[in-house]
């Protein structure tokens, strides 16, 4: 075994397909997006070089990006200030050894592991205006007032996609600080608790410390998730309406697809993965990456 992992070709037998497959559906598309996005072309017609007209149309011309990118970030900032506490506050309640802990892992999961396609359908039966579950429960309870075409009103739209992005996703964070917490030695905690520690104090100066390193990488992993966020909003919304719920992964389908105009789109694209890049490089400088010492 020592003798074929000292072996290169034997490991470069392993790693070839692989390797091969990333580079056809990952590098080869970046690469062909980056190329068309100079170009102008709808299929049908020759394809025509534009230099970076594209990219100049995108940044003064073309208002529907400047909201897109305005609903991405909002929808970015938003999934990251509800998720973190919330999944941080749920992966302690059901630390330890408590009863049902089993249980409330699988329920809070459990939205994770359903199809985009069915929670948008499921959730667009809530928010309905007519027989929606949510403008029943305000009007049962006096608030008639508050009913709305959520789905519908340019002013509701994207809050009522951001409950929805934050219900599916909140179990999966969970369960990565879950991990995190549970890895904290025992030592430690009960070596606080004879100190008189109490559980609030336990959180603040052992648990959140400790786990500084992977709040980190999840932060990231928000981010770069939403700044990506396409088919919960596409089932739901379509982008619309006018436009009011459209994120740069919506907007760059909309234009390479539904409109052909397949240049703009790659234009588009490149765009998003460059912000990809450069929130990863600010998060990651925002938050220092020390190593725990236990």
Not at 15 to 33: E, G, K, M, Q, R
Not at 106 to 135: E, H, K, Q, R
Not at 229 to 249: C, K, Q, R, W
Request: aromatic share 14%; charged share 15%; proline share 3%.
């Amino acid at each position: 075994m020592e003798f074929m992992l000292r072996n290169k070709k034997t490991i470069l037998s392993f790693i070839l397909p692989a390797l091969i497959i990333y580079t056809i559906i990952v590098i080869v598309p970046i690469f062909s997006s980056v190329y068309y996005s100079f170009f102008r072309w709808n299929i049908l017609d020759t394809i025509k070089f534009t230099g970076i007209n594209n990219y100049i149309s995108l940044f003064t011309k073309d208002d529907v990006f400047v909201i897109s990118a305005k609903n991405t970030f909002l929808l970015m900032f938003w999934t990251i200030v509800i998720q973190t506490p919330l999944a941080i506050a749920l992966a302690i309640a059901i630390s330890g050894s408590i009863k049902g802990k089993r249980y409330f892992k699988t329920v809070y999961f459990l939205p994770n592991i359903l199809s985009s396609v069915a929670i948008g359908l499921l959730w667009s039966f809530i928010y309905n205006p007519d027989f929606g579950i949510v403008n029943r429960l305000l009007t049962s309870v006096g608030l008639e007032n508050l009913t709305r075409l959520w789905l519908a009103d340019e002013k509701t739209v994207m809050g009522s996609v951001v409950v929805v992005v934050c219900w599916q996703f909140v179990g999966y964070h969970m369960i990565i600080y879950l991990a995190a917490i549970e890895n904290i030695p025992s030592e430690l905690k009960e070596a606080a608790l004879i100190d008189g520690v109490n559980q609030g104090k336990m959180i603040r100066y052992i648990t959140l410390p400790l786990i500084k390193p992977i709040i980190r990488i999840d932060t990231i992993l928000m981010a770069t998730g939403s700044l990506r966020f396409f088919d919960l909003i596409y089932v739901m919304t379509y982008g619309g309406p006018n436009h009011a719920s459209e994120v740069i992964a919506s907007y760059m389908y909309y234009k390479a697809f539904r409109t052909y105009q397949y240049g703009y789109g790659s234009a588009i694209s490149v765009v998003l993965l460059l912000l990809c890049l450069i929130v990863t490089v600010i998060l990651k400088k925002m938050f220092s990456s020390e190593e725990i010492q236990y």
